[in-house]
């Protein structure tokens, strides 16, 4: 049986003006992007959660309890203008984990970087600048995001509401289903095995490539669906002046072009 215990964290960390993107580490948890408002004065990135700590033996959680609370950071020495945030880890050599559940708010204006090394769900609200985000395996949640977005998770199900502008998600394994308010450059969903459901403001004028290696492809926009071999389904064209791509895959699933209503 493992042992726990659980201690709630909050802070903030300043950085200067010669930051120009703020990267997120952590190995475990559940991580809320929110925005920080705009404001006078130094630049800074907060967090307010809980961590939980784990361990399979009372010696490994007293060690992992004496691992500072707070989360650190520092200009990274080999990529220049980016600042660092660290979530508290378990010691090297103990069999443990500490993983952060809360929120870390960052100016929205601000593009950032998450690296969950291990489990996280991420979930970012209001960004207006570039984010691009990686879990090993975690739920993806995005809402209201106008900046880009390129994520990836092993294993996990990708939600994005009234997204606008570029979108590059990938998981081995999971469903996605995307609300699109107006198309960047290029919106590219694959999965390993899950089902696709891309909804695409109707006026839209895009150029599209979708395939289902074992799976079904459907479309509100009357473009031809082909049937390639047994199982596999795969849907090109064009509409309009093709401004944006649309890109959509599925190993094993069924893939959805939707027209999303303006009302």
């Known amino acids: 049986c493992a042992n726990r215990s659980v201690v709630t964290t909050e802070g903030a960390l300043s950085y200067g003006p010669e930051v120009k993107k703020i990267r997120i580490e952590m190995t475990n948890g559940t991580l809320d992007v929110a925005v920080l408002e705009e404001g006078a004065g130094v630049s800074e990135v907060t967090w307010q959660g809980g961590l939980r700590r784990d361990s399979l033996s009372e010696e490994g959680l007293e060690q992992i309890e004496q691992v ?16 660092v945030v660290r979530c508290p880890i378990s010691p090297a050599g103990i069999e443990g984990m500490i993983a952060y559940e809360g929120n870390i708010r960052v100016l929205a204006t601000m593009p950032i970087e998450v690296v969950v090394s291990n489990n996280g769900h991420v979930t970012m609200v209001g960004r207006k600048a570039f984010s691009k985000i990686r879990t090993r395996r975690g739920d993806l949640r995005f809402e209201r995001c106008f900046g880009g977005i390129e994520a990836n998770t092993g ?96 190993a094993s699933g069924h893939i959805s072009l939707i027209r999303r209503s303006t009302d």
């Open 68 to 83: 500072p609370t707070v989360m650190s950071g520092e200009l990274d020495p080999e990529e220049p203008g980016t600042f």
């Open 155 to 250: 294993q996990g199900v990708l939600i994005a509401y009234d997204h606008e502008g570029d979108l590059d998600v990938s998981t081995g394994l999971g469903d996605m289903q995307v609300f699109l308010t107006k198309l960047g450059k290029r919106v590219t969903l694959s999965t390993g095995q899950g089902t696709v459901q891309c909804h695409v403001p109707g006026e839209s004028e895009f150029e599209v490539d979708a395939r289902a290696e074992i799976g079904r492809i459907g479309n509100d926009f009357g473009f031809e669906v082909r049937k390639v071999g047994d199982y596999s389904a795969a849907m090109t064209g064009v509409r309009g002046g093709g401004e944006a791509e649309v890109i959509l895959r599925t």
